[in-house]
């Protein structure tokens, strides 16, 4: 192999990231109208507001996808802020870098 081809393993990669920022860009699209109808319609179906975290939970190393958690956290807080508080912290456990902001 020449220095001037790509390593077999760097092609892997590249193309790894590619697609996992392809499934982010997705998953952003498909959740964004899911927690844009929970707050828009006022929900309290804490399954439905649940099923959608723990969906998102997944995604947030992808920053919009950060942003529609954190929307749907501070409307679910007031639903409930045990739960919301667990969330939370299922977030800072999986290795939040960000600093604080107050909500």
Not at 21 to 50: C, F, G, M, W
Not at 67 to 72: A, F, I, K
């Amino acid at each position: 192999m020449s220095p001037d081809e790509p390593q077999p393993l760097l092609t892997n990669i590249t193309a790894l990231a590619a697609r996992i920022q392809k499934l982010n860009e997705r998953a952003a699209r498909d959740y964004a109208p899911l927690v844009e109808d929970i707050l828009r319609s006022r929900s309290r179906d804490t399954h439905r507001i649940e099923r959608t975290l723990d969906g998102l939970l997944g995604f947030c190393g992808h920053h919009p996808i950060l942003q529609l958690y954190r929307r749907l956290c501070r409307y679910y807080w007031d639903i409930d802020p045990v739960a919301t508080a667990d969330y939370v912290r299922f977030y800072r456990e999986m290795g939040d870098s960000e600093p604080e902001e107050s909500t």
